[in-house]
């Protein structure tokens, strides 16, 4: 298992999506405090609930800045259904390898970040539709 | 120092373990593991109520071990040793127990930036029940408690300063002489953490006049779950006890009981037995090294990793980087790396590193840092040790392009 492939190491130097979205529909920031890694993520969505743009700042090891790049660049024109489907086997799958016990959390954090993140926004468009 | 990596069976069982983590826990000598595994084997039975040979036998064992503990830290009387699970078990004996009786409203505890989150957290809590107030002494940008503003922190409602004798993130040792008598001058007590201390330097509590010491087993090449809390015995006396059980108590009725002797009155339930047997043969295993020859093998360890990695481009040290006020800690960074990754990456050469915050995140916060690498050393460690941790950094930067 070698975490430190150079598509994770190029993802951490060159991260994907690392910007903020103005008017974002939404916005979640986690943190992951054993490590001291944190994120923020961005996404707009369009009306048939698909991510239109999403985005992510933080700051992280390696696993977790690539994990977000590699997040945010899946999850584009995905449905945030879809999304919330997602798990650890999704990032295993992008980053090419899988993540043991001491590093998992590093991997997660994004995902868990955004599902929230939709999860808290998912109600309010709900009553504004009805 | 001869090479004692002989003495500790993890090193034949992980012959290529380089293992640079000894502030988190040290490892177990032969005769540790052995004399707990004899108590075990030969005599495992409860102490101070059996009324057969083995829990005699069993008490005596548990007994002379206090003793042990008595003298490691020249204390007046084994009555002032409670055994209890660790440094933090022992913080918040004290935080709970003495303080729930001694601290007031307005009352001040004093502690320093460079604490783990044990020696801050219970205070804490005392402190938002009491309505207290907690001050920090501050560091300079070497690590190095400021340690003239503590005159200006110290006040007539300064009830107690509690502060760590070696920080555990960047290896400051403290002058807690200094601490202690101008502490004294109010009227404050001071309580001395020495979970990275007690092992590596010579502890005495009545030299610089501690009300109260603490420290762990685990950290001195003893077993987890066992520490001591030293306090004076006059303090101990008027202190009620704080957990309540069997064998702390003389008497009990069916509205009201009665306190068991010193130490006794602090021991409520069945201790670690095995745990403290094991202390003591720690302590005895230390002793015949000598703490002299400790404390001059790690000073000359940090002074060897210190020159090494200043040599690293990218590396920044972080602490005194003295080995006459720092001990066998040294806090870094590499620039570009993540501490994470290079304990990961690290990891796969098999060397044993901490990452993170290292239970100090008002430290980091002063620092203004979220995390560092840290290696930290012992008497099982080699000058060989501290260049395959260069070399594992050398290969940290390659992967990382850095």
Same mark, same amino acid.
């Given at each position: 298992?070698?975490?430190?492939?150079?598509?994770?190491?190029?993802?951490?130097?060159?991260?994907?999506?690392?910007?903020?979205?103005?008017?974002?529909?939404?916005?979640?920031?986690?943190?992951?405090?054993?490590?001291?890694?944190?994120?923020?993520?961005?996404?707009?969505?369009?009306?048939?609930?698909? &991510?239109? *743009?999403?985005?992510?700042?933080? +700051? =992280?090891? %390696?696993?977790?800045?690539?994990?977000?790049?590699? #997040?945010?660049?899946?999850?584009?024109?995905?449905?945030?259904?879809?999304?919330?489907?997602?798990?650890?086997?999704? &990032?295993? *799958?992008?980053?090419?390898?899988? +993540? =043991?016990? %001491?590093?998992?959390?590093?991997?997660?954090?994004? #995902?868990?970040?955004?599902?929230?993140?939709?999860?808290?926004?998912?109600?309010?468009?709900?009553?504004?539709?009805? | 120092?001869?090479?004692?990596?002989?003495?500790?069976?993890?090193?034949?069982?992980?012959?290529?373990?380089?293992?640079?983590?000894?502030?988190?826990?040290?490892?177990?000598?032969?005769?540790?593991?052995?004399?707990?595994?004899?108590?075990?084997?030969?005599?495992?039975?409860?102490?101070?109520?059996?009324?057969?040979?083995?829990?005699?036998?069993?008490?005596?064992?548990?007994?002379?071990?206090?003793?042990?503990?008595?003298?490691?830290?020249?204390?007046?009387?084994?009555?002032?040793?409670?055994?209890?699970?660790?440094?933090?078990?022992?913080?918040?004996?004290?935080?709970?127990?003495?303080?729930?009786?001694?601290?007031?409203?307005?009352?001040e505890i004093i502690l320093t930036i460079l604490e783990h989150h044990s020696n801050i957290v219970p205070w804490q809590m005392i402190?938002?029940?009491?309505?207290?107030?907690?001050?920090?002494?501050?560091?300079?940008?070497?690590?190095?408690?400021?340690?003239?503003?503590?005159?200006?922190?110290?006040?007539?409602?300064?009830?107690?300063?509690?502060?760590?004798?070696?920080?555990?993130?960047?290896?400051?040792?403290?002058?807690?002489?200094?601490?202690?008598?101008?502490?004294?001058?109010?009227?404050?007590?001071?309580?001395?953490?020495?979970?990275?201390?007690?092992?590596?330097?010579?502890?005495?509590?009545?030299?610089?006049?501690?009300?109260?010491?603490a420290f762990s087993g685990h950290k001195m090449c003893g077993p987890t779950g066992i520490g001591v809390l030293y306090a004076k015995?006059?303090?101990?006396?008027?202190?009620?006890?704080?957990?309540?059980?069997?064998?702390?108590?003389?008497?009990?009725?069916?509205?009201?009981?009665?306190?068991?002797?010193?130490?006794?009155?602090?021991?409520?339930?069945?201790?670690?037995?095995?745990?403290?047997?094991?202390?003591?043969?720690?302590?005895?295993?230390?002793?015949?090294?000598?703490?002299?020859?400790?404390?001059?093998?790690?000073?000359?360890?940090?002074?060897?990793?210190?020159?090494?990695?200043?040599?690293?481009?990218?590396?920044?040290?972080?602490?005194?980087?003295?080995?006459?006020?720092?001990?066998?800690?040294?806090?870094?960074?590499?620039?570009?790396?993540?501490?994470?990754?290079?304990?990961?990456?690290?990891?796969?050469?098999?060397?044993?590193?901490?990452?993170?915050?290292?239970?100090?995140?008002?430290?980091?916060?002063?620092?203004?840092?979220?995390?560092?690498?840290?290696?930290?050393?012992?008497?099982?460690?080699?000058?060989?040790?501290?260049?395959?941790?260069?070399?594992?950094?050398?290969?940290?930067?390659?992967?990382?392009?850095?």
């Amino acid at each position: 298992m070698d975490i430190y492939r150079s598509l994770i190491i190029d993802l951490y130097k060159n991260p994907l999506n690392k910007r903020k979205i103005a008017g974002a529909d939404i916005s979640a920031s986690g943190a992951n405090v054993t490590c001291g890694d944190r994120v923020r993520i961005y996404a707009k969505c369009q009306k048939n609930g698909k &991510i239109k *743009d999403i985005s992510f700042e933080g +700051l =992280g090891c %390696a696993i977790s800045i690539a994990s977000a790049s590699l #997040l945010t660049e899946n999850a584009k024109g995905k449905s945030l259904k879809q999304i919330l489907k997602w798990n650890k086997e999704n &990032i295993f *799958d992008w980053l090419g390898t899988e +993540l =043991g016990h %001491a590093r998992i959390k590093c991997g997660l954090l994004a #995902l868990e970040t955004l599902q929230q993140g939709i999860k808290k926004a998912t109600p309010r468009k709900n009553s504004t539709a009805s | 120092m001869q090479n004692l990596k002989k003495d500790f069976p993890i090193f034949k069982n992980n012959p290529n373990l380089v293992y640079l983590d000894s502030a988190a826990t040290s490892l177990k000598p032969k005769s540790v593991i052995s004399a707990m595994d004899e108590y075990y084997k030969n005599y495992s039975s409860n102490v101070h109520r059996g009324l057969y040979k083995l829990s005699e036998k069993a008490t005596e064992a548990y007994e002379n071990a206090r003793e042990i503990v008595q003298k490691f830290i020249n204390a007046k009387s084994s009555r002032e040793i409670i055994f209890t699970s660790g440094t933090t078990h022992s913080i918040n004996l004290v935080a709970q127990g003495w303080g729930e009786q001694n601290l007031r409203k307005g009352d001040e505890i004093i502690l320093t930036i460079l604490e783990h989150h044990s020696n801050i957290v219970p205070w804490q809590m005392i402190a938002r029940r009491h309505g207290c107030k907690i001050k920090f002494l501050d560091i300079d940008e070497n690590g190095v408690l400021k340690i003239d503003q503590l005159s200006k922190l110290l006040t007539k409602r300064t009830k107690i300063v509690s502060v760590s004798h070696i920080g555990n993130a960047l290896g400051t040792i403290n002058p807690i002489k200094t601490i202690i008598q101008r502490a004294h001058k109010v009227g404050a007590k001071v309580f001395i953490d020495a979970a990275q201390s007690a092992g590596h330097l010579p502890i005495d509590v009545q030299k610089p006049d501690c009300d109260f010491l603490a420290f762990s087993g685990h950290k001195m090449c003893g077993p987890t779950g066992i520490g001591v809390l030293y306090a004076k015995e006059k303090i101990l006396r008027q202190t009620e006890p704080f957990f309540g059980g069997g064998d702390m108590i003389r008497e009990v009725k069916k509205t009201h009981s009665t306190w068991n002797d010193l130490p006794w009155k602090f021991e409520a339930g069945t201790p670690p037995i095995a745990e403290a047997i094991g202390l003591g043969a720690s302590i005895n295993y230390l002793q015949k090294i000598g703490f002299k020859n400790i404390r001059k093998h790690s000073a000359h360890l940090l002074g060897f990793a210190i020159k090494k990695l200043q040599k690293i481009p990218g590396v920044k040290l972080f602490g005194p980087l003295n080995p006459k006020i720092q001990s066998g800690i040294l806090s870094f960074t590499v620039d570009g790396v993540h501490p994470h990754d290079i304990a990961a990456i690290l990891d796969q050469n098999n060397i044993a590193i901490r990452a993170g915050h290292h239970c100090c995140m008002p430290l980091m916060e002063r620092l203004k840092i979220p995390a560092t690498a840290r290696a930290s050393f012992y008497i099982y460690n080699t000058e060989k040790d501290v260049e395959k941790l260069a070399q594992g950094i050398l290969k940290v930067k390659k992967i990382f392009k850095v």
